[in-house]
């Protein structure tokens, strides 16, 4: 039988995978709690005392909701144990995300020339929805901690694509401290 998995690279030890450029640094996330809501996410982010932030807006804390959607947030480091799965008589539900979604972090000064590089977007006015085309495919992008880091959630089965696409970028990258990108 023809094997069609050895046309692809495998996909990187995402716990020691890291590019750098002069300029920028990129490495996964991993472990991170993520978790869909959907429904009155006015509701819910009282409840959990959370603020939301939309695209390239900046996130900080261990707990903080990013807007995918009209009606849908992806609320970050909330565990299971302060929020069930299911709906709740709030009026929203809340879905364990977690393994679904690669977490890729960019940090440095040429995080804006990625973003200009991945996006069609104007940084200047880049709107309430973080959910956006990033290098051809749907991410969760938002600036966390400070601007110089860029946070980019992608589908798990997307997340060896977008490595290799930042692999191929023109920005110089070396293997940081010895760890090359497979």
């Not at 749907?138 to 997307?158: K, P, S």
Request: with cysteine.
């Amino acid at each position: 039988m023809l094997d069609h998995s050895c046309k692809w690279r495998p996909e990187p030890d995402w716990a020691n995978a890291r590019l750098a450029a002069p300029s920028l640094h990129v490495s996964a996330i991993i472990g991170l709690p993520q978790r869909l809501v959907s429904g009155d996410i006015g509701r819910f982010l009282v409840r959990h005392e959370l603020a939301e932030v939309g695209a390239l807006g900046l996130a900080s804390g261990e707990r903080y909701a990013v807007r995918v959607a009209r009606d849908r947030l992806l609320a970050v480091g909330i565990p299971a144990s302060a929020c069930a799965d299911g709906w709740h008589d709030d009026g929203y539900g809340v879905t364990t995300f977690g393994s679904a979604f690669r977490v890729l972090q960019a940090r440095g000064e040429g995080v804006p020339d990625l973003v200009a590089r991945a996006t069609t977007i104007d940084p200047n006015n880049p709107g309430p929805c973080a959910a956006m085309l990033f290098c051809g495919v749907m991410a969760t992008v938002y600036r966390y901690n400070d601007i110089e880091t860029l946070r980019i959630h992608v589908d798990r089965g997307l997340g060896a694509y977008l490595w290799e696409w930042l692999e191929a970028q023109p920005l110089s990258w070396r293997a940081a401290a010895g760890v090359a990108g497979r």
